[in-house]
């Protein structure tokens, strides 16, 4: 079953603007993962984030996490015409793989 | 030099054949992985793979049938391919306790006729 639930599933915005993305989860976790999938491409790993952990940065790139409201954010700052794709989170299930959402199709106009 | 490739990166095929995708790694991961893609997005874990042994087995039909001849393959067998079958496949590796998160294929385009 899926774990992660993205949202919105679709953003578009202008070049230079922040996108914020939104994850949901059910059951407690010992991480969170972001990736990134452009289009026809495999997943890129962005970040991870520790469940003992409420915040953490990669140069344009900002993941929060709220272990009481089972949410992740992800920020991206100034985005790029290069940032389109669709960004999934993932979390770790009691099987010890990574579960996936349907992602956000992101979308930066130029 | 790719770190997860998996072959072929398209496949067309008729119902009822039998087919096979390869995965290798040489980034020296403990543990590699299956994910079927759906036309929605979704992704779906199939089967994991840690020092050669099946440690996940999702509710996925017996047609399909992972098979590891070392650590750093992971070949997904396909039986009696049906309609549903259509997706990408993607291929995985991970170490226990990285940072780094799971490295992924670029994917199978499987497209059942």
């Known amino acids: 079953s899926q774990q992660g639930e993205e949202d919105p599933q679709a953003l578009s915005i202008q070049e230079g603007e922040n996108a914020t993305m939104n994850c949901s989860y059910k059951t407690s976790i010992n991480n969170l993962q972001w990736y990134r999938q452009n289009s026809g491409r495999g997943l890129v790993h962005l970040i991870l984030i520790r469940s003992n952990e409420r915040e953490k940065h990669s140069g344009r790139l900002r993941v929060t996490l709220d272990t009481s409201k089972k949410s992740s954010s992800l920020l991206i700052t100034a985005s790029r015409a290069a940032d389109t794709a669709s960004y999934f989170c993932?979390?770790?299930?009691?099987?010890?793989?990574?579960?996936f959402g349907a992602g956000t199709r992101l979308t930066v106009k130029p | 030099d790719t770190a997860v490739s998996q072959t072929p990166k398209y496949l067309v095929t008729q119902m009822g054949n039998d087919k096979s995708i390869k995965c290798e790694q040489n980034l020296g991961h403990d543990t590699m992985y299956w994910y079927k893609q759906d036309s929605k997005k979704f992704l779906k874990i199939m089967f994991s793979?840690?020092?050669?042994?099946?440690?996940i087995n999702e509710t996925v039909p017996n047609r399909f049938s992972p098979k590891s001849p070392d650590k750093a393959h992971l070949n997904l067998h396909i039986n009696s391919l049906e309609l549903g079958d259509s997706a990408v496949y993607f291929c995985a590796s991970s170490q226990v306790q990285s940072s780094y998160g799971y490295t992924f294929g670029s994917g199978t385009r499987l497209t059942v006729v």
């Open positions: 793979y840690n020092n050669k042994e099946l440690i």
């Open positions: 993932a979390t770790d299930a009691r099987s010890g793989d990574m579960r």
